[in-house]
């Protein structure tokens, strides 16, 4: 009996401290955080690293980059599911693209400027179709976009290597310096 005690202890204790240690690329990162439906606390903490070096260099584009990455994820995600329940969730989360990561000369820079127009223009077309009048017009002279093409647009953006390959990099450098969860993350973890 008391070897069973021991075995199952040793186990307990390497999840435990499997817990403490960073997923270890942003894919995994992002996996875990959307299995939870949470963030989790290496988001939150990766988050905070792009905040404060958003903040020394003065230059805010780790910090939007990472939400561009997490928002054009459950876009897919919704897309994917394609629930009529969630079709407004859906349509609200790519309507706010655009204002959001695609002004004029600010926001996510792609590595395809060619991509970027498109996806800039698609947004455009797509915010025009759904609101208002002018989406009724727009309906009426056959200038309309598709959830689908806006989504695909999307996601070839995500790949972009500006985008993906940016973040994954400087998730790397994040893990680099073995980074540790304060200590009230780490017991919220374990319960």
């Given at each position: 009996m008391k070897l069973?005690?021991?075995?199952?202890?040793?186990?307990?204790?390497?999840?435990?401290?499997?817990?403490?240690l960073?997923?270890?690329?942003?894919?995994?990162?992002?996996?875990q955080t959307e299995k939870t439906g949470l963030p989790t606390p290496w988001l939150s903490e990766f988050q905070h690293s792009c905040v404060n070096l958003d903040q020394r260099t003065g230059v805010k584009w780790r910090t939007s980059l990472l939400e561009f990455i997490l928002?054009?994820?459950?876009?897919?995600?919704?897309?994917?599911?394609?629930?009529?329940?969630?079709?407004?969730?859906?349509?609200?989360?790519?309507l706010q693209m655009e204002e959001r990561f695609f002004q004029e000369e600010e926001g996510v820079a792609l590595a395809d400027s060619g991509l970027r127009e498109r996806l800039v223009d698609?947004?455009?077309e797509y915010s025009g179709q759904v609101m208002g009048a002018q989406g009724t017009i727009n309906a009426l002279k056959g200038r309309t976009i598709s959830t689908t093409s806006v989504v695909s647009l999307l996601q070839q953006a995500y790949l972009d290597p500006n985008v993906w390959d940016k973040m994954d990099k400087l998730y790397a450098k994040f893990i680099q310096h073995n980074p540790n969860l304060p200590t009230l993350a780490v017991l919220l973890s374990i319960l």
């Open positions: 069973l005690t021991t075995m199952g202890s040793i186990c307990s204790n390497q999840n435990e401290s499997n817990q403490q960073p997923p270890p690329d942003l894919s995994e990162l992002l996996q928002e054009v994820r459950t876009i897919i995600r919704l897309h994917k599911e394609g629930k009529a329940e969630k079709e407004e969730t859906l349509r609200e989360l790519i698609g947004l455009e």
